[in-house]
Every structure is written in C-alpha cells, then in structure tokens.
C-alpha cells in the first residue's frame, strides 16, 4: 500500500472531520490508530486448549508477521507523520501571513515597528523560513507609510 507523501492543508473550521476522511482514505484502520492507540498484532494461541469455542488470543511475534501485519503495525508511524507534517505547517503558513501583510501601524513608533517586525522574522527563521537582506529591506521600505 502507498501512502500519498503531500498532505494536504486544511482550514481550522472543519480540520478534524476532513483530515478523519484523508486518514480513512489512505487505510481504513488509520483513524482507529489515531483514537485508539497502535494496533496490535494478534494470532489464536494454539498451545492453550479451546474452551467455550474461542481460541485464545495472544499478540503475535514479530518474528511470525506477514508483510501485511508489518504495514497494519506501521500504521501509527504513517498517521503521526501526516499530522506532524500538517501541523508544522500551520504555524509557519500562519507567520508568512502576517509577514506579507505586515504594515506599519498609524500610532506606532519606528522602534515599535521594528521590535514587531524582527520579532516576526526571527519567528519565521526558528520555523526555517529565511529572508535573504534585501528580500527584508524591500518588505520594510513597503511596509512603513506613506507619509
């Protein structure tokens, strides 16, 4: 089975319910791993006599897994990278936001603007999102006034 390696960015309004139906489409037992935890690999225990007509039911050894057991137990590892890879976006999607949009405000001084403005591009770097000098001299001449 292939998993799709772009993930796709959803809105926060409906986040939950779209990303359950992009997890449910890459592997039906993949929304369970999320809600309940990693599956585990079970066979009957064939060393224990059958009482009431159950078999017991012991977790398998990796050493017996089938090369479907080993994507059912790697479900986990696959549903926490999509919603880390989406996660780490939204912080960074949010930032460059700001930073196109960034305008220097009518009552605010210029040591104001340029704390908030620095502020923002250090936070943009931490997110690994750099500017090189004049992309930052060129969006600070754009974002003072007029006047």
């Not at 017991?56 to 919603?83: C, F, H, M, Y």
């Not at 770097?125 to 600070?140: H, P, Q, S, T, W």
């Amino acid at each position: 089975m292939t998993y799709f390696s772009k993930v796709p960015m959803f809105s926060k309004e409906d986040w939950k319910m779209r990303m359950q139906a992009h997890l449910a489409a890459q592997d039906d037992d993949m929304w369970y791993v999320i809600t309940d935890g990693p599956l585990k690999i079970l066979k009957p225990n064939t060393a224990v006599a059958v009482t009431d007509g159950a078999p017991q039911i012991v977790e398998k050894p990796r050493s017996e897994w089938t090369g479907e057991d080993k994507k059912k137990a790697n479900l986990n590892n696959v549903a926490n990278e999509i919603l880390y890879k989406t996660l780490d976006k939204i912080p960074l999607a949010r930032s460059r936001c700001k930073f196109e949009n960034l305008k220097m405000n009518a009552k605010e001084t210029l040591n104001e603007f340029d704390e908030r403005f620095s502020s923002l591009v250090n936070e943009l770097a931490a997110l690994g999102k750099e500017y090189d000098n004049r992309e930052i001299a060129l969006k600070v001449m754009r974002a003072l006034p007029r006047e």
